[in-house]
């Protein structure tokens, strides 16, 4: 009797689909929010890359035909991205003749050396994804560094 009670169950498919989408209904859910996050994570990061080279550009331009203003890189980088102050750097420094040393000050090189000028832009930033308010992953900073010869 036990037997036939068995394959009477085992015919039986009510509830199956229940059963089922409660299984693959959180992981599907998990993934999509997985996915969302990280194409917010990668949507930030290029975001702060095309600032850079934004910022790189107008750093050509200004030092062909003038000296170049790190306070308005600084302020264009701070509309394009929305960050404050003390996540965006904007450092310019020299180089002399082929020297691998760095100075900061065009006056320290020899006289009749080679100057070389340089600004390097850096931008930082975290994401707080939503996955670790359950306790998953921590807090993502995303750094973004170019230097620039300028001519």
């Excluded at 997985?34 to 194409?39: H, L, N, Q, R, Y």
């Excluded at 000050?105 to 050396?113: I, L, R, V």
């Excluded at 000028?117 to 992953?137: A, C, H, M, N, Q």
Aim: proline share 2%.
């Amino acid at each position: 009797m036990n037997l036939a009670l068995i394959r009477k169950l085992a015919r039986d498919q009510h509830g199956a689909l229940a059963v089922e989408t409660a299984f693959v209904l959180p992981i599907l859910c998990v993934m999509a929010l997985g996915g969302f996050e990280t194409s917010m994570i990668i949507s930030r990061q290029y975001e702060m890359q095309s600032a850079a080279g934004e910022s790189e550009i107008i750093a050509l331009a200004a030092a062909t035909g003038a000296t170049t203003d790190a306070s308005k890189i600084k302020a264009i980088l701070k509309e394009s991205v929305n960050l404050n102050n003390s996540q965006i750097k904007v450092e310019q420094f020299f180089r002399c003749d082929a020297n691998e040393s760095t100075v900061e000050s065009a006056d320290s090189c020899e006289e009749g050396a080679v100057v070389t000028e340089y600004i390097k832009l850096t931008l930082e930033d975290s994401y707080d994804p939503l996955w670790t308010d359950f306790g998953v992953g921590e807090k993502i900073d995303m750094k973004v560094e170019r230097t620039v010869l300028l001519p």
